[in-house]
């Protein structure tokens, strides 16, 4: 109500993308700024030959200046911009808050705003809806190719994009796209919020990534920092205006220690104007169908204690949503990083009743059984913070896990059956990280691993698309670790090593039957409540309706209520037994 009155929407609020920053009109451009603290704004760049005091904004209140330039050629595509604020006297060097491009000056390594004046970009797929369940690709535009260099959008639409529609995915997390000047930092501190990262290519070319994906029905989800941003001064939008609290807390709680960056002030509508507005733009004007917030938890909900909660997960959120289905008839999905509880003694439904959330300690369980061996606790169905599980994303490893070396000594065989078991799931949203080499030198362009591609990953992604809304059992039986769907596909990872001739695993809800693995093309029979069959020398088969040519058969796959859950056998009576729980061991 305070924001937008009695009748108003947020998304008629969120509009500072259009109001402020640079807009070319019939007659000239409007360049507008909101710099309270300041006591003069002028801009300067390539077209007064960088004489800093020539264009003087003009104040028109609650700290908005504007200024009006004359001619549609005043400012052209390409034309280097900055802002000069006079604040206690002093001149600062400052980039425009709502610049839509930034780019390095390879003379001097300075980062500069620049007008990017591109044809509109004509869309050739004008609806897409979401996926129900996402099945993510994690990747880095920068550093998906094999080559030495920095990859851009039409290189990863040519080389990349057909190989995971190829391989099942339906979802593709985009790292590193809103501009930060340092590359190292994979795109988390932030500089130029409304600014698509110059380095892999122009806001057409994003666009047009985009568009690709959505012809081919893949979703495409933004990996936002609304969390915090980068200290710098020259580059970001720290004391823009010369002070510190313009976006951010005063004193130690706007500072992040270990990340050495700064942390907004959600408390301030201005705060929430400007990050709503951020999240409007990347929707409307990049067709993003969703978003990854990381650090989600140091953002703080309206369950926190007074004096530090903030409505912003509830205000933002939930408009988006409307605006987003008010405007492109789609419902976006949003999922927060968490790495551990939710903090402050909250409960993680704090956020779940707005977003889903990841699940890093069933993942880490998940994949610290398949490589110890222990095939119960690779099995586990359980989801931490007990929450559903249509609100958990569950990884094979994360950036983070891999960069800090936690996984990347685990193998690739391990990491792909870890995926096995958290693809083939019902509820559960899987991601996977492309892996780079090594973390230190694949962000300069040197070639990724490709394990995200191998046959066994593509064929646990068909399985997951041909059974969804299919129920799911999970098992567990010496080495095996299992996860049946419905009643007629299961996969099955051997925890103890790769190839396993004549295995036989009781199930639970398979029917009798014939049935191949999707990988290997063996042979695998169901009777009298076990199955068997040989598995490759992955260790991993995934077990289904597959005709001859090994083209995966939809059939008439009929969904299985499965009363209780089952808690093993009993070897001496060779029986199952049933028991009430929501884990199967």
């Not at 008629?12 to 993308?17: E, K, R, T, V, Y």
């Not at 908005?64 to 006079?86: A, N, S």
């Amino acid at each position: 109500y305070e924001l937008v009155g009695r009748h108003g929407k947020l998304s008629d609020f969120a509009n500072g993308h259009i109001f402020f920053g640079f807009h070319k009109m019939k007659d000239g451009w409007w360049y507008r700024e909101w710099a309270p603290a300041a006591e003069e704004v002028y801009l300067t760049g390539d077209m007064v030959d960088w004489k800093w005091l020539e264009l003087k904004l003009t104040p028109v209140g609650n700290g908005v200046f504007e200024i009006f330039l004359p001619g549609t050629g005043f400012l052209y595509d390409g034309c280097h911009v900055k802002t000069i604020i006079r604040h206690k006297g002093q001149l600062l060097e400052r980039i425009p808050l709502y610049i839509k491009r930034v780019e390095q000056d390879p003379r001097d390594a300075s980062w500069c705003g620049v007008i990017a004046d591109e044809p509109e970009y004509k869309w050739k797929r004008k609806r897409f809806k979401m996926p129900k369940i996402p099945y993510i690709y994690e990747c880095h535009i920068g550093m998906a190719q094999e080559k030495e260099g920095i990859g851009t959008y039409q290189e990863f639409i040519d080389n990349v994009l057909p190989r995971v529609k190829a391989l099942g995915y339906n979802t593709i997390q985009l790292m590193a796209i809103m501009e930060h000047p340092y590359y190292g930092s994979f795109g988390y501190q932030v500089s130029s919020f409304f600014a698509p990262c110059s380095r892999y290519g122009t806001a057409n070319e994003l666009k047009a990534f985009i568009d690709a994906a959505h012809q081919q029905g893949i979703a495409v989800l933004l990996d936002l920092v609304h969390s915090h941003a980068v200290r710098n001064t020259k580059e970001g939008i720290n004391e823009f205006d010369g002070s510190e609290y313009q976006f951010f807390h005063k004193g130690p709680r706007g500072e992040h220690p270990t990340w050495g960056t700064k942390l907004f002030n959600y408390n301030k509508n201005e705060v929430i104007h400007f990050l709503l507005s951020n999240l409007k733009y990347w929707l409307t004007e990049y067709r993003f169908d969703g978003f990854r917030f990381d650090a989600a938890k140091h953002i703080e909900t309206d369950w926190d204690a007074d004096g530090t909660k903030s409505d912003f997960w509830k205000n933002v959120l939930g408009d988006v949503t409307t605006h987003a289905q008010e405007s492109r008839g789609i419902t976006p999905y949003y999922y927060g990083e968490m790495l551990g509880d939710a903090g402050g003694g909250l409960s993680m439904e704090a956020y779940t009743q707005y977003m889903s959330v990841t699940d890093p300690g069933t993942s880490d369980n998940i994949r610290n059984g398949v490589c110890n061996g222990n095939a119960s606790a690779a099995a586990s169905s359980g989801v931490s913070y007990g929450v559903s599980k249509s609100r958990i994303v569950q990884w094979t490893e994360s950036h983070d896990n891999h960069k800090d070396h936690g996984t990347s000594g685990i193998s690739e065989n391990n990491i792909n059956k870890t995926w096995a078991i958290i693809g083939a799931r019902d509820e559960i949203c899987g991601m996977y990280l492309a892996r780079p080499e090594d973390m230190n030198t694949t962000m300069m362009g040197d070639a990724d691993f490709t394990s995200w591609s191998y046959p066994e990953v593509k064929a646990v992604n068909n399985f997951k698309n041909h059974f969804v809304g299919q129920s799911e059992y999970l098992s567990s039986y010496n080495k095996l670790a299992c996860v049946e769907r419905g009643n007629s596909g299961i996969v099955i990872v051997n925890t103890g090593g790769s190839y396993y001739n004549g295995m036989s695993a009781p199930v639970h809800t398979m029917a009798s039957g014939t049935y191949k693995d999707a990988i290997t093309g063996n042979t695998f029979k169901v009777s009298d409540g076990y199955i068997s069959g040989d598995i490759g020398d992955t260790g991993i088969a995934v077990v289904y309706d597959v005709d001859n040519s090994g083209v995966f058969t939809k059939g008439n796959v009929t969904d299985v209520s499965v009363s209780g859950t089952f808690n093993g056998w009993d070897t001496s009576a060779d029986k199952m037994i049933a028991v009430e729980g929501d884990t199967a061991a």
